[in-house]
């Protein structure tokens, strides 16, 4: 069974450093190690006021969107099934 997390939007940026990844000035999510700039499963780089989702097992950014979130989720529990 996963467990999901909840994190205020307000505190995103203080908790975000737990999962490796910083803020970036222009306020990206950047991994902490590599530096590279973390993308969506579409390559997009989103700014922390866009991301809506977390992925699980990793930090997979998705999109504040409704439709793009449910999207995520629908692709993460057909992975998990097979």
Same mark, same amino acid.
């Given at each position: 069974? =996963?467990? !999901?997390?909840?994190?205020?939007?307000?505190?995103?940026?203080?908790? /975000?450093?737990?999962?490796? *990844? +910083?803020?970036? &000035?222009?306020?990206?999510?950047?991994?902490?190690?590599?530096?590279?700039?973390?993308? =969506?499963? !579409?390559?997009?780089?989103?700014?922390?006021?866009?991301?809506?989702? /977390?992925?699980?097992?990793? *930090? +997979?950014?998705? &999109?504040?969107?409704?439709?793009?979130?449910?999207?995520?989720?629908?692709?993460?529990?057909?992975? !998990?099934?097979?």
């Amino acid at each position: 069974m =996963s467990t !999901e997390l909840v994190i205020d939007r307000n505190k995103l940026e203080s908790f /975000l450093p737990v999962l490796g *990844v +910083e803020v970036t &000035e222009e306020g990206y999510i950047r991994d902490i190690e590599s530096k590279e700039i973390c993308t =969506s499963s !579409e390559g997009e780089r989103l700014t922390i006021d866009e991301i809506g989702y /977390l992925g699980h097992g990793s *930090v +997979e950014p998705v &999109e504040d969107d409704f439709s793009a979130i449910v999207s995520h989720l629908s692709s993460r529990k057909i992975r !998990e099934e097979r």
